[in-house]
């Protein structure tokens, strides 16, 4: 059964900071995996989709990077702003399903 | 992408009431997915909404208590029914993307129960 996990679950920085979240599956025949961004008491915006085939995807300050074999990806954001705070979802489709799994979220202040 | 639209945005409700909550798409899609966010937690599927067909259900989930309507390909119902406080979430619409699969959401809809 896929199992997807996000450290750390909360992370305030100051303005002008580089950042990485992590999130860890533990399942490694994934078809899909895609980072979202919750802003509070709303729905979910799509930051970056990674196919299986794929290692990393850019969109602007951010880069998504993929490790099938380790079970891993990361969202590295850079030069962080007050508007980067929201929560951080990533979520996962296993090989022959549709369904996503999402991991548990990482709560981010950017502090200005 | 898809421009998913939802209503109720959010309400509050007595204890013993059901609620219907509409997904609207704003393009033909096959499958159209209910999600449910508890508070202060991660997203769970409640079910698939297949048009033509009655919805599937993921385990922890009956069709007593979350009846789901797919009259056509770009619209969704989801009912909360006999509500408790335990059903306080924001429940969520989405639908994935044809070509590779990307998952699309609606704002969501923030109920209380009281």
């Known amino acids: 059964k896929q199992e997807v996990t996000q450290i750390p679950a909360a992370l305030s920085v100051p303005e002008g900071e580089n950042l990485v979240l992590n999130c860890s599956f533990t399942?490694?025949?994934?078809?899909?995996l895609q980072w979202f961004r919750q802003d509070p008491g709303k729905g979910l915006t799509s930051l970056l989709l990674?196919?299986?085939?794929?290692r990393e995807q850019t969109s602007g300050r951010l880069n998504a990077s993929l490790d099938k074999s380790s079970g891993r990806s990361t969202l590295y954001i850079a030069a962080s702003q007050p508007g980067d705070s929201a929560t951080y979802l990533c979520?996962?489709?296993?090989?022959?399903?549709?369904?996503?799994?999402f991991g548990t979220g990482t709560r981010l202040k950017v502090l200005a | 992408s898809a421009v998913i639209s939802q209503k109720p945005s959010r309400d509050i409700c007595q204890r013993g009431t059901s609620l219907t909550i509409q997904c609207q798409v704003d393009?033909?899609?096959?499958?159209m997915f209910w999600y449910r966010q508890q508070p202060g937690q991660s997203l769970t599927l409640i079910a698939t909404?297949?048009?033509?067909?009655?919805?599937?259900?993921e385990s922890g989930f009956v069709i007593d208590k979350f009846p789901i309507s797919r009259p056509n390909l770009t619209f969704s119902t989801l009912t909360v029914s006999n509500m408790s406080p335990e059903d306080s979430s924001i429940y969520l619409c989405s639908v994935q993307g044809a070509v590779a699969g990307e998952l699309f959401f609606g704002e969501g809809s923030r109920l209380t129960v009281l």
């Open positions: 399942d490694s025949a994934i078809y899909n």
């Open positions: 909404a297949n048009q033509g067909s009655e919805a599937t259900y």
């Open positions: 979520a996962v489709t296993t090989s022959g399903t549709y369904k996503y799994i």
């Open positions: 990674i196919q299986s085939s794929q």
């Open positions: 393009s033909q899609v096959t499958m």
